[in-house]
């Protein structure tokens, strides 16, 4: 077999060398910084508008009231009191003083008692206001609101018939 002529032999190496010269300038070009990119000028900023008021949406109609139960109506002649959001001072002037008072941190439970009926009331410290009010009241036998409700109307009722009797 007959050696094969040089320029056959160089081409494994040549094609080495050329290789190696693309590949460079390949990585040239990739890692090359990228040219500076001008900024669009900014636009200019809008004129300050006031704030324009979205359109009125319609109302929806209030949801319908639920009947009280007889339990819950008032006695004729007695409004029904709101107790929740009163303070301290406004339950002593609606129902009175209460029969015992129980600490329940982070608040406090009023507990009215007639011949009837018990009626807690849970008051708590608004740090805003700086005196204890009252949050809820339930019945103290049982959860009943409608019985609640009506011994809400006992106490103030009885209440009312006391003081009438102390300054008259």
Not at 71 to 96: D, N, R, T, Y
Not at 129 to 147: H, I, V
């Given at each position: 077999?007959?050696?094969?002529?040089?320029?056959?032999?160089?081409?494994?190496?040549?094609?080495?060398?050329?290789?190696?010269?693309?590949?460079?300038?390949f990585l040239e070009t990739a890692l090359a910084p990228a040219p500076p990119q001008v900024a669009a000028p900014a636009p200019a900023p809008a004129p300050v508008q006031q704030a324009v008021q979205p359109a009125a949406l319609p109302k929806a109609p209030p949801p319908p009231k639920p009947k009280p139960s007889?339990?819950?109506?008032?006695?004729?002649?007695?409004?029904?009191?709101?107790?929740?959001?009163?303070?301290?001072?406004?339950?002593?002037?609606?129902?009175?003083?209460?029969?015992?008072?129980?600490?329940?941190?982070?608040?406090?439970?009023?507990?009215?008692?007639?011949?009837?009926?018990?009626?807690?009331?849970?008051?708590?410290?608004?740090?805003?206001?700086?005196?204890?009010?009252?949050?809820?009241?339930?019945?103290?036998?049982?959860?009943?609101?409608?019985?609640?409700?009506?011994?809400?109307?006992?106490?103030?009722?009885?209440?009312?018939?006391?003081?009438?009797?102390?300054?008259?």
């Amino acid at each position: 077999m007959m050696p094969a002529p040089v320029s056959l032999r160089r081409l494994p190496l040549v094609s080495l060398v050329l290789l190696s010269l693309t590949g460079c300038a390949f990585l040239e070009t990739a890692l090359a910084p990228a040219p500076p990119q001008v900024a669009a000028p900014a636009p200019a900023p809008a004129p300050v508008q006031q704030a324009v008021q979205p359109a009125a949406l319609p109302k929806a109609p209030p949801p319908p009231k639920p009947k009280p139960s007889a339990a819950a109506v008032a006695e004729p002649g007695i409004e029904k009191p709101i107790l929740v959001g009163k303070s301290a001072a406004e339950l002593s002037q609606i129902l009175g003083m209460p029969s015992e008072e129980i600490e329940a941190a982070p608040g406090k439970v009023w507990r009215y008692q007639s011949r009837a009926c018990s009626l807690d009331v849970h008051l708590f410290f608004d740090v805003a206001r700086g005196d204890f009010y009252a949050l809820e009241y339930r019945n103290a036998l049982d959860n009943d609101k409608a019985a609640a409700e009506s011994c809400v109307n006992r106490l103030r009722k009885d209440h009312q018939s006391a003081s009438a009797k102390t300054s008259g």
